[in-house]
Antibody, heavy 120, light 111 residues
């Protein structure tokens, strides 16, 4: 059973870069034909897909965030990462890493989520 | 910004039936992509409730059911119970965005 665990700073200053990692256990990130994804949820609001990286290395982004997002995979550490540039208070959210198998399936696994607050 | 629209809240008395709608478009639900439903308790990650429009994972009571028609989907809870209070989210895929999309979320309150 795959398990995901997010990590990173809980507080980021406006205009800076938000960086999070998602450690994968129970399986190899390089050997699994999954979409390794990031999802966020602002306080009291709905969920928003940020982007994902396919096992081939192809990156998919939410068009609304594409210019500010980088997603990468580190197979040596068995983890994938998110960078969100030029953050504002509107980027304050709980960030989840998750796994999608295909376009017809729901996220099969979720991390527990990590709250990132953007504030000076 | 959510692509799928849900009512902000629905409520009902214990034992009643409530329905949550999830309205999409021709590039997501209407394009034939499956709709999934999640239940979320405060401070926890969403948990799968219904997959593939109307399939309940093991352990989900049959009081929960899903349906899909055209560009919309619905989640119905029958025999409403106090511990059904939670936030519910629909989710699908959108081929114009080339990404997964979620609903705006609905808070269910048991009166």
């Amino acid at each position: 059973q795959l398990q995901l665990q997010e990590s990173g700073p809980g507080l980021v200053k406006p205009s800076e870069t938000l960086s999070l990692s998602c450690a994968v256990s129970g399986g190899s990130i390089s050997g699994s034909s999954y979409f390794w994804a990031w999802i966020r949820q602002p306080p009291g609001q709905g969920l928003e897909y940020i982007g994902s990286v396919y096992y081939t290395g192809r990156i998919y982004h939410n068009p609304s965030l594409e210019s500010r997002v980088t997603i990468s995979v580190d197979t040596s550490k068995n983890q994938f990462s998110l960078k969100l540039f030029s953050v504002t208070a509107a980027d304050t959210a709980i960030f989840y890493c998750a796994i999608f198998v295909d376009t017809q399936s729901p996220p099969n696994f979720w991390g527990q989520g990590t709250l990132v607050t953007v504030s000076s | 910004q959510s692509v799928l629209t849900q009512p902000p809240s629905v409520s009902g008395a214990p034992g009643q039936r409530v329905t949550i709608s999830c309205t999409g478009s021709s590039s997501n639900i209407g394009a034939g992509y499956a709709v999934h439903w999640f239940r979320q308790l405060p401070g926890t990650a969403p948990k799968l409730l219904i997959s593939g429009n109307n399939n309940r994972p093991s352990g989900v009571p049959d009081r929960f059911s899903g349906s899909k028609s055209g560009t919309s989907a619905s989640l119905t809870i029958t025999g409403l119970q106090a511990d059904d209070e939670a936030d519910f989210h629909c989710q699908s895929y959108d081929n114009s965005l080339s990404g997964w999309v979620f609903g705006t979320g609905t808070k269910v309150t048991v009166l």
